[in-house]
């Protein structure tokens, strides 16, 4: 391999002081550089370093073929002729001398070679065809010189447009041109609607370049299109005949920072289009009890854990059968995030077509572990799940526990309490060979029933570990029953207590379903 031939390098002072003086060779001397011979450290006036940057563009032209990128050591406006020069080394800047084919050494460096860390000024493309056209000196907001490119077409800008470029400065051809038509196709002024559109060439530069802020440099007589250009996509116009470095120079960073704020607004707009298409699925996804027919009232909570979501691991269902049965069904899978959710989802589906194809107790759980089974993305995932049959006449139902929290039933006359669970089974996708025995309840003439998810009785109490439990959550309901509530206000003010007592927001979903029958006030 071929061993690269190092550059020149060169020390350039950030700070460019009057004419040479004792001055710049004392700050000389304080830097560790030689004062004599000025060799290694040129010392000359902002208006020299300018001038000498002018004069190189003008000899280069843009009628040079090929032409590729000039960057102009950084300088700092000028200054006054009593100002010191800085004397810190830190202060010192190194850049690479630029070779003498006036091509940039920035260029020559793979893509992937290190980058310094010294904070780079704005860089400006310019495209245009005139070669007499001439663009000022400008700096940025930190006073440094601003990098200027130059290209004669949209083949050339295609090349120089790489990552560092901040901003591209269009000159727009006069409106009328006899060789219009004769021009190549990738030429600056190619239309895209055909030789009457007369912004052919900043639609071009926009299509190639959506990222990048775009000003339009136009004649005094040309206003209107200079406005239809901003109507078109760029961020402002200018006039040649008004140009000078403090106009240019403010309109480079406006023009900037307008587009980087149309980009974070495209963004966010973005963002929230996706999110609200997410929640319109989300809440899409969330079950619509199917009770009609039935003299039960239903009401639900859902809080999923994760936040800014609509859908959470947690999962429930109610639906009335032909011949009066009521279903009601809360599950939970293992996790919080979106697959959980899918997978959810996915069950309660499945767990309403099975009861309506006549399946319940054992067979209709066997069926839904084998659901879980080819749906879960990992062996370890697993749901657990509580069913109810409630008798057409409502006066008794059939439950059935796979490693889920037992209901809470409060009957008429009687303080709440929870159903037996020593008969419940594992929860699904644990045991392959697992069974679920259907036991029967007796439920009275009136009667609320209440089944929840592990995210109610898990949340904490005061300070350590100690958690609310059922046996808390019991307590805390009976209040609630006692002061009159019913429905979702009792729902909604249990909840609620259960975070006021956790200190915060609960982290894992929630689920509540209640079912009552002639609720009245126990």
């Known amino acids: 391999m071929p061993v690269p031939v190092p550059h020149q390098r060169t020390a350039v002072l950030p700070h460019q002081a009057g004419p040479v003086d004792d001055a710049c060779a004392d700050a000389a001397r304080a830097a560790g550089l030689p004062a004599e011979g000025a060799t290694a450290v040129p010392c000359m006036s902002a208006r020299q370093t300018a001038a000498r940057g002018t004069s190189t563009r003008q000899a280069g032209g843009w009628g040079a073929a090929p032409v590729h990128p000039v960057e102009t050591p950084a300088a700092a406006p000028p200054q006054g ?87 591209i400065l269009l000159d727009l051809a006069p409106q009328e041109r006899p060789d219009r038509a004769e021009r190549p196709e990738h030429a600056t002024g190619a239309t895209e609607g055909g030789p009457g559109d007369e912004l052919g060439a900043l639609r071009d530069v ?83 009890p199917l009770l009609d027919g039935s003299d039960l009232r239903f009401a639900a909570c859902y809080r999923p854990g994760r936040s800014r979501a609509l859908l959470g691991g947690d999962f429930y269902d109610t639906v009335r059968t032909p011949d009066g049965t009521v279903h009601a069904m809360i599950g939970d899978v293992c996790g919080h995030g979106p697959d959980e959710a899918a997978l959810g989802v996915e069950l309660r589906i499945a767990w309403r077509a099975l009861t309506f194809a006549g399946l319940c107790g054992d067979e209709l759980l066997s069926t839904l572990q084998k659901v879980l089974e080819h749906e879960r993305a990992d062996d370890e995932i697993f749901a657990t799940l509580c069913t ?33 669970y020593e008969s419940g089974g594992p929860a699904l996708g644990l045991l392959s060979s697992a069974r679920w025995p259907r036991r029967q309840v007796e439920l009275g003439g009136s009667w609320s029933l209440m089944m929840y998810t592990d995210g109610l009785i898990e949340g904490r109490i005061g300070v350590g570990n100690q958690r609310l439990g059922q046996e808390g959550m019991t307590d805390l309901v009976s209040r609630q029953m006692a002061a009159g509530l019913s429905g979702e206000e009792l729902l909604d003010a249990s909840v609620r207590e259960v975070r006021d007592l956790n200190g915060g927001e609960l982290t894992d979903d929630v689920a509540v379903l209640l079912l009552d029958r002639r609720a009245r006030e126990f």
């Open 81 to 167: 002729p009593d100002q010191q020069l800085s004397a810190d080394p830190a202060a010192i800047r190194t850049t690479e001398a630029t070779p003498a084919t006036g091509r940039d050494a920035s260029l020559d460096a793979p893509l992937n070679a290190p980058q310094d860390s010294t904070p780079q000024g704005l860089t400006l493309l310019l495209i245009g065809e005139d070669p007499n056209s001439q663009v000022p000196d400008m700096w940025d907001w930190a006073g440094r010189k601003v990098r200027l490119r130059t290209a004669r077409n949209l083949t050339e800008a295609g090349r120089l447009l790489t990552d560092d470029v901040h901003c």
């Open 206 to 288: 926009l299509r190639m370049a959506p990222a990048h802020a775009v000003l339009v440099l136009t004649s005094e007589t040309d206003a209107e299109r200079a406005a239809d250009a901003v109507r078109v996509g760029a961020q402002d116009y200018l006039f040649r005949d008004e140009l000078d470095g403090a106009v240019l120079s403010r309109a480079v960073r406006y023009a900037v920072e307008r587009k980087r704020a149309d980009l974070a607004q495209r963004q966010l707009s973005e963002s929230r289009m996706l999110a609200q298409e997410n929640a319109r699925l989300e809440r899409g996804l969330l079950p619509t």
């Open 388 to 420: 109810v049959d409630i008798s057409p006449d409502g006066r008794r139902a059939g439950l059935c526990l796979a490693g889920h929290p037992a209901p809470l039933l409060a009957r008429a006359g009687r303080p709440p309490q929870l159903l037996p």
